[in-house]
């Protein structure tokens, strides 16, 4: 096997966000589901920019949120995503470069700006997100390289991978690398509506390609399209390695054959944002997966880093993982 | 008197902060004093972006961020200051109209980009500001509107104005026109360093232009090249009408020729970042005179704002200062 060189390899749609604060006849006004994400275009992020509230920028993306997690917990990481050679290009690129994490796609040149998520928080917590790709949309194979898949113990990848047209043979040929080099392959499905609009090639990834799959309630739901969570448990288990499926304020559950763990969430004092919750928990388990922990501890890592985000305004983490991990215990 | 159209026009720098923790360590290597603000070039600025940790951007500078104080507390407020036409530039520019803010000021179409400030929050709250001015810098005063000045009930300049080569000039233009048209100037005099920089003009302001002075007890010592507060206080009584210093958790002090007023400081559960407690000490302030409530009023508005901005990352309210202030008391 090649030398290891990363923990987990994210290769994810590169975003800036836009946080800001919305009640629900706001959203209600610009017909945007809650909790959903939408993509938008150039001229629609503009003029839902120029209608909503002061905002604040951090970068995003979720396969980027989920490596930035996996830096504050101590794993060695590299992320693929496109980025225009724009400010906020460069925000994005500093951003994930300070945490340690390598970084080396080759920023858009001329033409579409880098891609912005425009997230508004209602008061119950919950974000609602309008994404316009910009330059993600033009992701291609060639920013793959195989022999980086290669050195990392795991590849993950993000559902809105799907979204850009080129990005999935990106995808396509990431899996293959990591195959080939006997790596692990994760995938998280990213949004329910993002479910709906790839199922059939979710449902082969899932069945064909992946080794970790992350998924929310509602998504697992909707790969199965049935009405139950247990209904989608036991449709998952047994169609990927492991599945580690999160359910909000109910914790996580975790399958891997046979064997099946409930997982309660950790305690948060005030949820302030629930953006990049489910981001967070799949670096949590995936740091503890690239250390052989047991199962139940990597649920755990997971629900903690949740809790420390959706504790704040934005995705990625404000205090150090392996420090919150340290004290509470699992690490 | 012109009619009245807005509470306060601010005029200072338009400014994007880059929000990062650091720790102390990170701040003697790069030679940073704790607590001021350095101006930095293009390029020192890149070089400091590309050594501090993952950041957060919000709008910033100091009178935008009073005005947006003012705009939280429901006064009519408008803006003049000088962005780029960048993404930043546009960021700011969103952010300061989505308050209901008037901000008409032409952005500058080529040459320098917005302007940024890198700032480091320690882990004792306190921040640490490396600024680089680059479109503020291009702010003449054509860009003041002398009618618009006389629509206001005051007009607010920041001390930093000074720095840039010709917003002097806007900031004397915007001073007379606001005198002949009987309406009030004040001042907040930034940072002790700029103090030094800008004595002799700062005292010819305070003693024959300014009606309502800002400064916290290291500025106005500075001022008056004095050692203790009480010695700078006995100095600025009876040099404008108005002098509201601000001491941290020692509260304030107002003084107007022979009234003296003691304002403790609100109570705070968790200082996060002391970032914009000044402008925000004087969006209080200015939203109570602006109302024609008596000193003691203004200082305690003062206070609360203060508290609310101190409490979070960044230098403007997150909640609305209007509610805050209508729940503890003053309004």
């Known amino acids: 096997m090649t030398e290891t060189r990363y923990d987990v390899l994210g290769i994810g749609n590169a975003?800036?966000?836009?946080?800001a604060h919305a009640d629900d006849s706001f959203l209600a006004l610009w017909g945007l589901s809650k909790g959903g994400m939408t993509l938008i275009d150039a001229d629609a992020a503009d003029q839902l920019y120029d209608n909503m509230g002061p905002g604040i920028e951090c970068s995003g993306g979720s396969a980027a949120n989920t490596i930035a997690g996996l830096a504050s917990f101590g794993s060695r990481c590299a992320f693929v995503g496109k980025v225009a050679d724009d400010q906020l290009g460069k925000v994005f690129a500093h951003d994930i470069r300070a945490l340690g994490v390598g970084f080396d796609t080759q920023a858009l040149k001329d033409g579409l700006s880098t891609a912005r998520c425009l997230i508004l928080v209602t008061p119950d917590?919950?974000?609602t997100m309008s994404t316009f790709l910009g330059a993600c949309t033009e992701l291609y194979p060639e920013d793959i390289?195989?022999?980086t898949v290669a050195t990392a113990k795991v590849t993950?990848?993000?559902g809105y991978l799907w979204d850009p047209p080129h990005a999935k043979e990106a995808f396509v040929k990431a899996g293959k690398a990591a195959k080939e080099a006997g790596r692990r392959v994760a995938l998280s499905l990213s949004d329910p509506f993002c479910v709906d609009r790839h199922r059939d090639d979710f449902l082969d990834l899932v069945n064909n390609h992946v080794n970790v799959l992350f998924?929310?309630?509602e998504e697992i739901k909707s790969?199965?399209?049935?009405?139950?969570?247990?209904?989608?448990?036991?449709?998952?288990r047994g169609h990927c390695d492991i599945a580690a499926l999160t359910r909000g304020d109910r914790g996580s559950v975790v399958v891997a054959g046979d064997e099946v763990h409930v997982i309660d969430c950790e305690a948060v004092e005030t949820v302030v944002d629930t953006t990049g919750a489910g981001d967070a928990y799949a670096a949590g388990f995936l740091h503890g997966l690239a250390r052989n922990k047991d199962l139940y501890t990597c649920g755990r890592l997971g629900g903690i880093a949740a809790a420390e985000v959706i504790s704040?305004?934005?995705a990625r983490p404000e205090t150090s993982l392996k420090t919150?991990?340290?004290?509470?215990?699992?690490?």
Do not use: K, S
């Open 215 to 217: 998924a929310n309630e």
């Open 223 to 236: 790969l199965y399209q049935v009405d139950t969570f247990d209904d989608a448990l036991q449709n998952v």
């Open 324 to 331: 919150l991990a340290e004290v509470l215990g699992p690490l």
């Open 156 to 158: 993950y990848l993000e």
């Open 145 to 147: 390289d195989a022999n």
């Open 125 to 127: 917590a919950q974000r």
């Open 15 to 19: 975003i800036v966000d836009v946080l």
């Open 312 to 314: 704040h305004m934005g």
